[in-house]
């Protein structure tokens, strides 16, 4: 076995690229009715959850509650706000190349040549991807309650797909 020479100044060869998230050019999406209604639900059970931890009975009623114990009742409201506040995560970030589909907790990249389309079936609550084999994702970020922009939003979607991949 004979050790190949290996030139430091020969030119590497070039590496496929593969896209992992949208480019600078990117259109964002994102709900506006459930946004608005998680950061509200969140700072109505923060409230809810001081005013608790204030009132807490000082004097003896049976249970003698400490001030560790009030302040273990914000943390709760915090934990609490903090998982409605997921709700508000939800976004689609899409160009010529793609899209990523952010949901409540877990984000994917699509290359436009897997999705078969986008769609809004009747009575749904929210857009998905249509993809190979049957299967779809759902798009939390193209809700029914906001109306007009969902359809505003899907038809954006829905542009940049048949333009992908028609060349167009």
């Known amino acids: 076995m004979t050790e190949q020479p290996t030139d430091s100044t020969a030119p590497a060869a070039p590496v496929a690229q593969t896209r992992t998230g949208p480019g600078p050019d990117a259109v964002t999406l994102r ?73 409540v907790i877990t984000a994917r990249w699509y290359d436009w040549a897997d999705v078969h389309g986008v769609s809004f079936p009747d009575g749904a609550a929210s857009a998905r991807l249509e993809l190979p ?19 505003r939003h899907v038809r954006t979607l829905r542009t940049l797909h048949r333009a992908a991949v028609l060349g167009e």
Do not use: C, K
């Open 31 to 103: 709900p506006r009715v459930i946004r608005w209604t998680a950061w509200l639900s969140a700072a109505g059970v923060m409230v809810f959850f001081f005013i608790a931890a204030y009132f807490m009975p000082a004097e003896d009623t049976g249970v003698i509650f400490q001030p560790a114990d009030q302040v273990a009742m914000m943390v709760i409201g915090a934990f609490v706000a903090g998982g409605l506040l997921l709700m508000a995560r939800p976004r689609v970030r899409a160009d010529s190349h793609g899209i990523e589909v952010r949901n």
């Open 133 to 151: 084999d049957d299967e779809y994702q759902s798009v939390l970020a193209v809700q029914a309650v906001d109306r007009g922009l969902a359809v």
